[in-house]
């Protein structure tokens, strides 16, 4: 066995761990009918250790491939957000050893899993380094980001579990909607995960030439059946699909078509869901979320924004500032991932703001923390797959 | 407004809320209230006292937080909206009527809106840049508004408080005590770290206050880095250039006075897949090239001090550096980075004098292309005048020769040639491939033999010294934050009164769970009364309303 493989080995033992820890925090949290602290402890004592082993095997899956491609395991689009999962995994860890609360893990580990499925839908063979980031800052300043995200998305969960208990589910609200809309978004990454698993599995393929906005000739490799062409597009493979809307040079009909697939099924999913429980998926929750302490969870919120919020200003400005100087000559050039990163900043200046200056606790502060990780999402998702710049790895 | 004066005799600023010396209440409202507001200890702030005149409002106005919190949202969402389409700095176009052209073209009319809206250059647009500025001037006025009546309240802290102040404290207890109590409580606080200061029959014992600052120190790290961002403006502070040098070319150093510098080699690697590099053989199967390394080598020459200006002679090398990305040439404060290359650009090109008839040929001639000569007279007495260059010939225009550019792409040359034999001369313009003889048949022509060509580096030119500054803000705004956020201020009160009873009160600014559990220590030592929290006591008997509202 190559370190590689032994490495791709390792990332599946985490999946599955975490995949069994999930189950687990789950029964620790429905088998404790009495909301006593004691009969969690049991379950939660077993699960926290499947974490532990799911998480070691995951730190051994990023050594190992570090080792196997000369290079820290942080250089593109599968790397990041598959470190993303397990720093994701890292700061529950430090929280649940602040706290002791299974129903985090509950949330958490699902989000997590989500996330290395996602990051394994994109090219995983170990690729070289170009030249500006062939120097140690890449594993300084990467490292510290992803980091920082791991624990600011842990704010997030603890605000979705505050969110789960308090919004009433019963009456109409725009909290309620806001809420599923949650839900559902995370069940359109599992459409997204699996329509590129069906598509690639079934071997789908259809190449397009095209003309691009800047009126040169390109080709492109369909991975999904065509729903839109490219800009004056002209079939290369015979069998494949007619596309039904051309859409022009501005837009990139090839990314469209993975996003219409993926939403269509994702919501397929989403729909078989509720008709088979008959309830929101925020409903499914609620029963596990019955004897969450909010206070506890407001804490948690609070705790790791305070975590992560120093750490993201190292890794995503400060030491981003240096390599960019070294590198670009410039520390600063409003390229689209810098300004992202400025404004997940200031998104969580703006927070501790509201919260230790207006009283902002609570479920308002539940809310901000969801929006927190959506912004860290759209940086790590939209950024480097729609808006073109100089991060653009993937 | 009038000053306040307090029934302990002490005068306070208006729009105090709290005596600064025994910490009674001032106003009604705090009068009343079960808990008093410790925020800032409830001390005049400005904004909360005058608004009266014009800079009063201004004042109030940067100093609420809610104004301070809007600024940043606008912010966010108008570096949000710079990211829709790229910036012009991102677009291959340079000119503001070939930008707006762009704009349209490649985005349509969704372009030409971000164009018209300015969108294109958000960030240093003009609304922006205020924006930032107001930014600023609200970290400075909430800080001042906050920090100095804070500071004062502080430092002039009394030990001995009224008791009115300590039963509206959060934590607080009341009951016998024995008479040692105060010194064994000393003691214990002592033995906790706590500052212990005290006057008569009470003791104030305080932790952590060095906490509070945090957000003012991190707050001015930011106006320190905002500070040096400003300071580029200032000539002198930064220089940017780009300087595009050939193999083999020395150029002065644009913006850095006495400075040359030489290449002596361009060199772009791509990834081979072999020798070591089998492990990404997948990957470049499938992206294709990958590039490894952009590298210029360079020698750095400096002007001899006393040497006379324009005397070529009189440099003397610095030293020899391989310039590549992430590893920029540093000296004297400015950097030089590979950041551009072109490949295979025209040096000079070799052509042979010949007969057309005979194809005998009358010797040859190179033609730098960068730096050609007037005349190029061959041993054989044959003669080659150069009447015109056009290093990057682009067609004729009313009969005249044009070039797009200055960089040899496509060099055109009119040429007169002289020969012993036809010693009036013949014209004809060359350009490759291609040969037209404007006046007639001639006789002789330049054949092309061949090409040389070289690699261009793209380097820029770069000081800032800023730098430092901004290191300088960044590093104090960390130091704030983790001040502020990984500390806290506590402090207990403690009185006996001369009946023997304890009055205990306690307050932290965050983290109370940690203020207890030292309490809990104090009181088991020191046998004090046991305490309440108050707060928690309030929000069980709303919850207790609450529900009895719901039964009811």
């Known amino acids: 066995m190559t370190l590689a493989e032994m490495s791709s080995n390792l990332l599946y033992v985490a999946f599955i761990a975490y995949l069994i820890a999930t189950f687990v925090f789950g029964g620790a949290v429905k088998g404790n009918k009495q909301g006593t602290f004691k009969s969690e402890k049991r379950w939660g004592i077993a699960a926290i250790t499947i974490t532990l082993i799911g998480f070691a095997a995951n730190l051994g899956y990023f050594f190992t491939r570090w080792g196997a491609t000369g290079h820290p395991p942080l250089s593109n689009m599968f790397e990041f957000t598959t470190a993303f999962g397990m720093t994701l995994v890292g700061g529950f860890i430090i929280l649940y050893f602040l706290y002791r609360t299974p129903v985090l893990g509950m949330i958490v580990l699902p989000v997590a899993l989500l996330i290395i499925a996602f990051a394994s839908m994109f090219p995983s063979e170990v690729s070289p380094l170009i030249p500006a980031l062939q120097t140690n800052w890449l594993a300084i300043h990467v490292s510290t980001v992803v980091i920082a995200e791991g624990i600011l998305a842990i704010s997030a969960a603890a605000g979705l579990i505050y969110l789960l208990k308090v919004v009433d589910l019963t009456k109409k609200s725009k909290q309620r909607f806001w809420l599923e809309a949650i839900m559902y978004s995370l069940v359109l990454v599992v459409g997204f995960v699996v329509a590129s698993s069906f598509f690639s599995l079934t071997g789908y393929e259809a190449e397009f030439n095209y003309v691009d906005k800047e009126d040169n000739e390109a080709a492109i490799t369909y991975a999904m059946p065509p729903v839109f062409g490219m800009n004056e597009y002209v079939a290369l493979t015979d069998d494949a699909m007619t596309p039904l809307v051309e859409t022009p040079a501005m837009v990139h009909a090839g990314k469209l078509t993975t996003v219409f697939w993926s939403v269509l099924f994702g919501t397929v999913i989403y729909w078989l869901i509720r008709l088979i429980f008959r309830k929101r998926i925020a409903g499914i929750l609620k029963p596990f979320v019955k004897n969450v302490n909010l206070q506890l969870m407001d804490e948690i919120n609070y705790r790791a924004i305070i975590i992560g919020f120093p750490i993201f200003t190292l890794g995503a400005l400060i030491f981003a500032m240096i390599w960019a100087q070294i590198a670009w000559s410039r520390f600063w050039g409003w390229d689209p991932k810098e300004v992202w990163a400025l404004i997940t900043w200031l998104f969580y200046a703006a927070y501790l703001h509201l919260r230790l200056g207006k009283g902002w606790q609570g479920e308002k502060s539940a809310w901000l923390a969801v929006i927190g990780f959506a912004i860290i999402m759209f940086n790590l998702v939209a950024v480097n797959l729609i808006i073109a710049g100089l991060h653009s790895y993937a | ?552």
């Open chain 2, 1 to 552: 407004m009038e000053n306040l004066q307090c029934q302990c005799g002490h005068t306070n600023p208006p729009g105090t809320k709290l005596c600064e010396s025994c910490g009674r209440s001032l106003t009604e409202k705090e009068q009343n209230s079960k808990l008093v507001d410790m925020r800032y200890e409830g001390t005049a702030r400005r904004s909360q006292t005058y608004n009266k005149s014009i800079i009063d409002k201004i004042w109030n106005f940067f100093s609420s937080v809610k104004v301070g919190v809007s600024i940043i949202v606008i912010l966010l969402v108008a570096a949000a909206i710079g990211t829709i389409l790229p910036q012009q700095a991102f677009v291959p176009a340079s000119t503001e009527a070939t930008i707006k052209d762009y704009y349209a073209d490649t985005y349509g009319s969704v372009g030409r809106v971000y164009h018209f809206l300015g969108f294109h250059d958000l960030y240093s647009s003009y609304w922006f840049i205020a924006l930032v500025g107001m930014l600023a001037i609200s970290l400075v006025i909430a800080s001042l508004d906050r920090f100095v009546p804070l500071y004062k309240s502080l430092k002039n802290q009394r030990v001995l408080r009224h008791p009115s102040f300590m039963d509206k404290q959060r934590i607080y207890a009341e009951g016998p005590g024995a008479e040692d109590t105060l010194l064994k409580a000393e003691e214990k606080l002592k033995e906790l770290k706590y500052n212990v200061r005290t006057d008569k029959n009470g003791l104030l014992a305080e932790k952590g206050r060095f906490s509070r600052w945090g957000p003012y120190v991190n707050h001015i790290g930011l106006i320190i880095f905002l500070f040096g961002v400003m300071l580029r403006m200032v000539p002198g502070f930064y220089i940017d250039e780009s300087l595009w040098l050939r193999e083999g070319e020395t150029r002065a150093i644009p913006e850095v006075p006495g400075y040359y510098l030489e290449s002596k080699n361009f060199e772009l690697e791509n990834y081979t897949g072999e020798d070591g590099e089998e492990v990404f053989g997948e990957a470049l199967d499938r992206v294709g090239t990958v590039a490894k390394n952009y590298q210029t080598d360079v020698i750095l020459y400096q002007k001899a001090e006393e040497a006379l200006p324009g005397a070529s002679d009189s440099q003397e090398a610095v030293g020899e550096y391989a310039i590549r990305v992430n590893q920029p040439l540093k000296f004297d404060g400015y950097a030089i980075y590979q950041m551009d290359y072109r490949l295979d650009e025209l040096k000079a090109m070799k052509f042979a004098f010949t007969n057309k008839e005979t194809e005998e040929s009358l010797g040859e001639l190179t033609i730098d292309l960068i730096d050609p000569e007037k005349t190029y007279e061959l041993e054989s007495g044959a003669k080659v005048e150069l009447l015109g260059y056009y290093p990057d010939f682009s067609g004729f225009e009313g009969g005249e020769p044009q070039t797009a550019t200055p960089l040899p792409n496509n060099p055109g040359f009119l040429v007169k040639l002289t020969t012993p034999e036809t010693p009036e001369g013949e014209t004809s313009f060359i350009t490759i491939q291609n040969t037209v003889e404007p006046l007639g048949e001639n006789d002789y022509k330049l054949t092309f033999q061949s090409v040389e060509t070289r690699d261009v580096s793209g380097l820029t030119v770069r000081k800032d010294s800023t730098l430092p500054i901004l290191g300088l803000g960044g590093l104090i705004f960390m130091i704030g934050v983790a001040q502020g956020m990984y500390f806290n201020h506590r402090r207990f009160w403690i009185q006996q009164k001369a009946d023997g009873t304890i009055l205990l009160a306690g307050h932290t600014n965050k983290n109370w769970f940690g203020l207890k559990k030292d309490l809990d220590q104090v009181v088991d030592y020191a046998s004090l009364p046991a305490y309440t929290d108050q707060q928690d006591e309030i929000d069980k008997k709303e919850k207790a309303e609450k529900e009895g509202e719901a039964l009811s």
